[in-house]
Nanobody, 118 residues
Framework: QVQLQESGPGLVKPSQTLSLTCTVS??????????WNWIRQPPGKGLEWIGA???????YYSPSLKSRTSFSRDTSKNQFSLQLRSVTPEDTAVYYC??????????WGQGTQVTVSS
């Protein structure tokens, strides 16, 4: 059973870059057919897919966030990361990392609250 855990600062100042890391255990991020996703949920709103990084290292982005988003990975640590640039208070949300394979979402992290405020 794959397990995921998000980590990163809980408070980011406006205009700065939000950086989060997801540590995966119980499976490798290079497993063929696996895609590693970021999703967020702003307060009082629904889930928003941010994007994903694939097992082969390719990145996939939500069109609405693509201009501010980057993904990276460290295969030696079995981690993948999100960088969201030029944040505003509208980027305040609970951020989740999750695994997708075989046409469905699998395991998810517990989520981490990120607040954008000066």
């Amino acid at each position: 059973q794959v397990q995921l855990q998000e980590s990163g600062p809980g408070l980011v100042k406006p205009s700065q870059t939000l950086s989060l890391t997801c540590t995966v255990s119980g499976g490798s991020i290079t497993t063929s057919g696996y895609y590693w996703n970021w999703i967020r949920q702003p307060p009082g709103k629904g889930l928003e897919w941010i994007g994903a990084i694939g097992y082969e290292g390719s990145s996939y982005y939500s069109p609405s966030l693509k201009s501010r988003t980057s993904f990276s990975r460290d295969t030696s640590k079995n981690q993948f990361s999100l960088q969201l640039r030029s944040v505003t208070p509208e980027d305040t949300a609970v951020y989740y990392c999750g695994q997708y394979s075989d046409l469905r979402f699998g395991s998810w992290g517990q989520g981490t609250q990120v607040t954008v405020s000066s």
